[in-house]
Nanobody, 124 residues
Framework: QVQLVESGGGLVQSGGSLRLSCVAS????????MGWFRQAPGKEREFVTA????????SYADSVKGRFTISRDNAKNTVYLQMNNLKPEDTAVYSC?????????????????WGQGTQVTVSS
């Protein structure tokens, strides 16, 4: 079992930056591949990015490539999402997710564990 708590959301102007954090408790985060998903009002939840247990492999949705960067610090049981050049269409609730199986996180997008989410709002 792992519990995930996100922070760092807020209101930012278009072109601005935010860094989200997700702290894992329970089993050590290095046991899990970690990722971020987002859900905008009236839309389905979508995959944003993921990082493998050691940080050696990452995956990004095309819509955020070149603007978002995922990283992790296993000593702190924390995964980060650096978001640059934010656009109004990035407005959503961003949720952290974890799964020991990479495919469940990245391919099937059905991870075992979810955080509560943090709101990101980008104004135009």
């Amino acid at each position: 079992q792992v519990q995930l708590v996100e922070s760092g959301g807020g209101l930012v102007q278009s072109g601005g930056s935010l860094r989200l954090s997700c702290v894992a408790s329970g089993r050590t985060s290095s046991t899990y591949n970690m990722g971020w998903f987002r859900q905008a009002p009236g839309k389905e939840r979508e995959f944003v990015t993921a990082i493998s247990r050691t940080g050696s492999t990452t995956s990004y949705a095309d819509s955020v490539k070149g603007r978002f960067t995922i990283s992790r610090d296993n000593a702190k049981n924390t995964v980060y999402l650096q978001m640059n050049n934010l656009k109004p269409e990035d407005t959503a609730v961003y949720s952290c997710a974890a799964d020991p199986v990479w495919g469940r996180l990245v391919v099937f997008r059905t991870p075992d564990y979810w955080g509560q989410g943090t709101q990101v709002t980008v104004s135009s």
